[in-house]
């Protein structure tokens, strides 16, 4: 654990400059819109440690490893979000000196990360070897209203240097990319050109040809008056900028605000891409900084009205759950069904940016209640689209009659993860797919996109398990061999507790959706019947299968089983293992942590909090006591769903730890790997561990359940949920809750099962 | 299957250019001596398809990997044999005419590698574009007698050509590498120099530093007089030789002999390198082709008159027995204990030559049988010498106490697999390398061995038993996790018969060893047990795990299991797979394989040989009945040791169908890759199958055993065996044994457990 930064409620803040942090801040302090992100790379020159990172949602590379692969069914290619040109250089000399935080003496130095406005802004003072100090203030934003445009405004207050300041806004084509395994070059700088007011840098991915173009304007002030200097065009090889400089007295203040157009052929033809960047980089010049980012917080406030989480008395909570909804707003704003999750957000290029099944574990839920449901309709539509890739992916792994089996991690719907044990052994995903299904129609009541989408995606998972099962003649029961479930600190099992249950469970859900939709469409149902080759004769082998499944079960203690074998592996718990060989992923050989107890992440408990309807409380309960000890939390959802279980089966005190360490595994590097990237996902586990765990939200019966449990440190929390065409308000207290119903009509919520119809516009305050 | 090659007792014929199949003809005709060796590529030029293989045992290259292996204990290096310098170039004009059997018109092709005198022969006619006419012959041999010494003569004799007939004898470093993850270069091209009678070339390894030198001369014949014409000096980057011809009239023929040495750092100093290969060259030239042969063609007939196998009536398994010693003493001659088996021969890159179990499984028993004591302790010392680097190995994966866990592939003792599956998984490695003291000692009665490394060695390896089982709560009993037994169409899988067998075997053995070395030299033992830090109270633990340890066992049919969890599997035989998705490893993606309960290679019947004291027949044959059918036999060693199973169980038919396949695997590409490189274990499993299978030898109590089941088909079968210090040849017919004690003194010889002694050079012939 690495902690260094301050608490406070709305930003994140680094006092005095931490040196030796400064890739964990990159990481911390990375910005990003939902389309483009940036790491918290300084703009100047800076000879220290440094990832640069400057992202496209939806840029990606296929890197060729046809030579690590000769075996059947394995990737030749290896995916991945690629680091682009960087548009948010300003380098910065004194004369003939080029600040630079390495080398420079640094004082007063304070980065905030503002995320009520969305802005990064960093003041310092800095005295360079001749002795010239300067203080030095810079902002930036990715603009949320213009998902093209971002701005920075760097500022220079000379406090004993006379003598000419000069500023270098840039377009930066010298990428590396941290995450090549070959060492290749993933971009071919086209063109570099710089006019009079406008340069631009215009690229192309190597493979998929994907088309890039930034392009900067600024504007330069001395004494806040604008200064009209002809700056020197630099147009090299692979950068393009200006360089402009001014002479200053001490006390003098110049300030240079970079306006940069970031755009791609995914939104623009190819053609006219130098173009439009050129144009929308002048606009947004001619807008200026105050009505760029006056635009850009408007966005923002609209969001913290709707998404906020308040934590009353608990700073340490308080900042991390806003840092964690900030992050997954920036990462993903459902305007894109061609986008995902990107796990690491814009901040890294750890786990190349592809979606796994934490979308649908965690992701989505965050998103139902958050944004309206076309934004996890489109997390859904992305799966829908990628059907027939995964209906090829499963042929290729012997599977027939439409059988659909989806990528463990993807950009594009083909499988992008070239590790067996991922890729052919976690299936458990193709269940958890299923369920985002019954979960969003749960939630919005969308039944329709059953009929256009869900069914067709439905029978062809169905088809997967029916195929992937085996009758086991020992046991006279079905049995699913050789998967690895959730928690993949393991590999190859057989009866994987999850995976049977989630199989079974599709199964059954498939069944039903086929009589709901040829109930609500029964053209649609025949024409799809007809197009897909189904009939319902199908189900028979499917019925047999749910109602003959095996479940492991371990029968010391009558706790369910996470899978054959797992008695006999070496037990050990968490806390018995010293602090100098956690993460054991970064101390243990794999083959260690496969034998041994230890969980990654919640496996069985996970199959407990996704049908705890299955469940009564002390079995819940049991279940925890036996597997929370091995578990060792080393993914990023882990500790959020463990504090939601935990909440749920009245272990406050528990939830409360497990909840701190969730929405703060990045602010305090839990995973000590936070200088490679954030991990998004979990903070989507943390949203729910407040909203589903302390909460105690539920949704049956179209309608919204709460069982608040406020942890004892609290005062009290509030969130806000959409659900249908209500938003809704609520606010629990240790003794009372209040909930408004600040839009859409009259609804029922129900608070600790009691009904209640508040009507629209209204506000209940009832005693807990 | 490919079957394309003619049946003869003592060569292997391809009559006819079978052009699609010259990637398999350049594995299945390669030469080697055990240090150098060579594919068969043609000595001229050649546009059609080829796979250039020049290599020197004990150089290696190690491909830094670091970028796809960032887990812990995973190796960054993967260690590989590298193709060399190619020293066999030969190209060929007709004025300006090059040339190519891939475009020149080719009759009477035929090629013939004959194995009694160690030489490949190459006769063709060809006829260019313009219609010249030539009668070729090539012949070559890497020599026995001089292990730094090649010749290849090269005679053409023009049909219809008059004009100029030029040779180009080259050494070529313009090297390509199949097995590059990267595409790296491995080599630097030091120096090439052309002197007036010698020319080399002068390389280094990009890493290791190993350098390797090469030097040629030559003479040339017309009309098989000495030509004395001046050449052209060829002199380039990378290319180092002579150009030299003459003019030819109809009927006349030329011939040029190029007489190479092949020289490395790993035998001589760097600085001596190139003077030393030069001098070696023209020493060689000076010989001339008649001694030189003459010297190889003696070490050959030595050979065979030591380890000839005959067959009388069986062509095709005649042929195909002899290939496979052939092939064994190409590639391993027993004086080197710095190298051991490289299992693609010199015929390849496929398995990158790396030494794995297969050496103690099957290969140890053939030197054993038929070289001098010398040669099976060599490939025990090349483990021994690696025991500080399996201590490091086991220490990386958490193991204490001087544990130690031998690699699964290597060069030079540390791990260059980098597959967790077979690096950490395949650990029963360990436990044949225990068993090949035993049966080293078992068959030389060298005790001396123990004293001196062995001991040290078993305490090292019991140490990582002790450490690597687990007690299980549930089964009250020790268990085994997370391995690959010797079938590793397995993963992952928890007690894995074979595994828990020979670990508890193991301990038994090395405390048996532990006393026998304390009555043996107590004093030794005193200093060793100093060394290693033992105490006898270690053994304690170790008769509690062999006491107590959980073995599976099939409750449906009394037959050993596989492993827990066998019995869920999806259930195949291999009859039912049709032709077209066989082999299953390239037709079926890896989980089809993990699930399905096909075998890869012996697993449960490979214990049941080692062990066969343990079990009567009822029970093998029981166990081979049952697992058999499921054993695609996609391991070269498989066939040859189901054929022994079979034979010792009286299933005749089985043994020798079984046996033909294994001698044959090969030469009728039954891999679908012999193209790639052939299977050199394998060949050492034919041998078994032949002595230990259909001669049923055994050796208990210091003395041999023979129980003959000559198959039908066979008329006779004969061997010859060095054991101890005897030489004794054996010839079995349906109805009578002949045993010569060829050397030695006196010795009892059990045949079907009836004692015999047979006098010093004396004959014994009995009834069967």
Redesign the interface.
């Known amino acids: 654990m690495n902690k260094y930064l301050q608490y406070d409620p709305w930003s994140i803040i680094e006092e005095g400059f931490q040196e030796n942090k400064q890739l964990a801040s990159e990481s911390i302090f990375s910005i990003g819109n939902g389309q483009i992100g940036q790491r918290a790379n300084f703009e100047e020159f800076y000879s220290g440690e440094t990832q640069l990172g400057s992202y496209i949602g939806g840029i990606y590379f296929p890197e060729n490893i046809a ?2 692969n000769k ?3 394995y990737s030749s290619n290896s995916e991945k979000i690629i680091n682009a040109p960087n548009w948010s250089v300003i380098n910065v000399r004194l004369n003939d000196e080029k600040l630079d935080l390495a080398t420079w003496d640094v004082k007063n130095f304070r980065r905030v990360l503002n995320m009520r406005e969305g802005i990064l802004e960093r003041t310092f003072e800095a005295t360079s070897f001749k002795g010239h100090r300067i203080q030095v203030n810079v902002k930036r934003f990715l603009s949320m209203a213009e998902t093209e445009v971002g701005a920075i405004s760097f500022t220079i207050k000379s406090l004993n240097f006379e003598g000419r300041i000069s500023f270098q806004p840039l377009i930066d084509g010298e990428i590396i990319n941290q995450n ?3 060492n290749e070059t993933f971009w071919n700088i086209l063109q570099t050109k710089t006019e009079q007011d406008v340069s631009f840098l215009w690229a192309q991915t190597r493979k998929k040809d994907f088309h890039f173009c930034a392009a900067l304007s600024y504007v330069l002030y001395k004494n806040n008056e604008l200064l009209n200097i002809n700056p020197t065009k630099i147009e090299k090889e692979k950068v393009a900028g200006f360089s402009v400089g001014t002479d200053v007295k001490i006390g003098e203040t110049v300030c240079l605000n970079k306006y940069i157009a970031i755009t791609s052929s995914l939104k623009h033809s190819r053609e006219e891409l130098t173009e439009y960047a050129c144009n929308l980089s002048l606009a947004s010049q001619k807008k200026g900084w105050n009505q760029l980012f006056g635009e850009h917080t408007a966005v923002w406030h609209k969001i913290w009205s709707e998404m906020d989480i308040m934590i009353d008395s608990d700073l340490a909570a308080q900042q991390a759950i806003r840092y964690n909804i900030f992050q997954l707003i920036q990462t993903y704003n459902g305007n894109d069904e061609k986008q995902n999750i990107n796990p690491g957000v814009f901040s890294g290029e750890k786990l190349n940016g592809l979606t796994r099944w934490d979308t649908e574990a965690v992701c989505i839920p965050f998103y139902l209640g958050n944004l309206n449901q076309n934004t996890a309709r489109n997390l859904l539509t992305f799966r829908f689209k990628h059907l027939s890739k995964a209906i090829q992916n499963a042929a ?3 599977f027939e009659n439409g059988a659909a089996l989806f990528p463990a991690a993807t950009f594009n719907g083909k499988e992008s993860i070239n590790e ?1 044990e991922k890729s ?2 976690e299936i458990h995903r193709n269940g958890l797919i299923a369920y985002s299904i019954f979960d969003y129609i749960r939630y919005t009541g969308d039944e329709n996109y059953l009929v256009e989408c869900g069914l067709q995606e439905l029978i062809a998972i169905a088809r997967f398990w029916k195929q992937r099962v ?1 009758f ?4 006279n029961q079905f ?1 699913i ?2 998967v690895a479930g959730p928690n993949n600190y393991e ?5 994987n507790w999850f995976t049977n249950h989630i199989a079974v469970w599709t199964l059954k859900f498939t069944i039903e959706c086929i009589e709901k939709v040829k109930k609500l469409d029964n053209e649609k149902f025949e024409a799809l019947m007809h197009e897909i080759n189904f009939s319902d004769d199908e189900t028979f082998a499917w019925k047999n299968i749910a109602e003959n499944m095996y479940f492991p079960v371990n029968n ?1 203690n009558g706790t369910i089983l996470q899978q ?2 797992f ?5 050990i718990k968490a806390s018995e293992i010293p602090e100098s060989q956690l993460p054991v ?8 942590i ?2 041994s107890s230890l969980i990654k992440q919640p496996d069985v408990l996970l199959g407990m909090f996704l049908f705890e309807d299955n469940f009564d409380k002390e079995t819940i309960s049991r279940n925890y006591d036996y597997y929370e000890p091995f578990t060792v939390h080393e993914s990023a959802i882990s500790y959020g769903i463990h504090s939601l279980i935990a909440s749920r089966i009245g272990k406050e005190q528990n939830a409360m730890e497990l909840f701190l360490k969730s929405c703060r595994y990045d602010l305090d590097d839990l995973s000590c790997d936070v200088a490679e990237g954030l991990h998004v996902t979990g903070m989507a586990a943390s949203w729910m561990a407040v909203v589903h765990g302390f909460g105690g939200m539920q949704i049956k019966n179209d309608q919204l359940y709460f069982t608040p449990r406020i942890p004892v440190e609290w005062n009290a929390f509030s969130f806000t949920i959409h659900f249908r065409l209500n938003v809704l308000n609520f606010h629990f207290e240790k003794e009372k809750a209040i909930v408004q119903n600040v839009k859409g009509s009259d609804i029922f919520v129900n608070i600790n099962n009691k009904p209640f119809n508040i009507l629209s516009g209204n506000l209940l305050e009832i005693k807990l």
């Open positions: 030579n690590l075996k059947i069914g090549t395994i070959y290729i792994l012997g067996w052919f052994g085996n086991s003649e020992e046991k049995v061999c050789g590999c190859n099992v057989n009866n010391n054959d074998g008695l006999d592996k070496f037990k992923s970064m101390h243990w050989t794999r083959d260690r496969l034998r």
